[in-house]
């Protein structure tokens, strides 16, 4: 929208004529200046019509695109564009007009172009406009998952689990110090506190781990934070 | 042809008649069932698929839709879900579990600054849920 205004500004900066004033001098020899206003020609009026089409034409192409997120991990950098993932989607960026930020746990700070590069996490937003998708603004994240299954077993050597997904995809998840881990009160249904000691195979599990870029494959996760849906709760 | 032959052909006619008419009126009375997918497909991931009774409410999300823009703190998630479900809501910085009361839900759950990937996962009649994953973005402008 800011773009556009100023665009409609210098147009009529540069469209409108200003009459030239002149001071009227006392009857003398000298020979009084004239006073002229040009007279708009027919050209200029056709130009400055056709101009205030292609400014409201544009406006209105604008106003139908809402900004789109577009996610992915960054593939190729250049100067004007990012490429994100494997389908190679092209996001257009504009060296004045594109601001650059990072995530940073429950902070957002600005960085520039040259800190994003390759396999970092990005979502863009921006309007679609004719097929490209240009960047008002990227922000550089951190990509979680969140997986839903069940315990398949424990390992109590080395405080890991495995678990199976809804989507029948096996995972290992260890068990760190700072992992949030939780389990549902099936008389209360209030959320409680647990130790790795409370994890059995067959109950149900919901964890959020962080996703690595550059592991795209990877099927063993820190375990970020979990919560514990007991069997007996199915079965009472 | 003898005619011990002729009887058993015969006997094992109406046998099968009987087993055929036997299966048919008991399956006539079966409950129906519809199959549904437990996992949304996102980004080419499988979907498993599983059966549930054909009157049984699916989840869905009435709002907010995927991939929105919010620029405050909380976001309000609604959708319907089979009466007397038990719906479990997580995120990286939230768990947040209930019980439905009636076919639609509803609550306000905390966002962080960045991407917000929201798993929202309902049991109803068995231990495994259909569940919906919302990606929310949270910037403020």
New interface residues.
Partial sequence: MKKIFGFVIVVFFIFIAYPVWSQTTSPTDVPEPTVTKPEPTEDLDDEVDKLKEKVAEKVSELSKNE???T?GVVSKVADSSLTLGKNEIEISIDDTLTTY?E?QG???REIKQDDIAKNDYI?V?GPEINGVITAN?V?K??????I?G?ITKVNQSDFSIEIV?????AYTLDIQTQTTQ?M?NIKS?A?EAIGFSKLKEGD?I?V?VKNDPEKPEATRFDA??L?I?P?E??IQ | MTKETVIAIVLGIILGAGIGAYVLFRTGNGEETKVIP??NDDEG????KTVVPIDQQLLEITSPKD???STKNTIKITGKAQKNS?I?V???VD?E???TDAETFSTNFPL????N???I?V?SD????Q?V?L?I?F??T
């Fill in positions: 900004d789109r997120v996610s930020y995530v429950s902070a957002i979502f937003i603004a922000y994240d951190q990509k979680y998952m969140v839903s069940k997904s809804l989507d029948k995809t939780r549902l249904l959320i149900a919901h959020v970020e934070r919560l849906v069997n709760y199915f | 437990v996992a991931k499988k979907v498993v991939k929105i823009v038990l479990v997580q995120s990286p768990t579990v209930f019980k962080s600054r960045g991407e990937v929201i798993s996962s049991y068995s231990s495994t849920p569940e994953i990606t973005y910037v403020e």
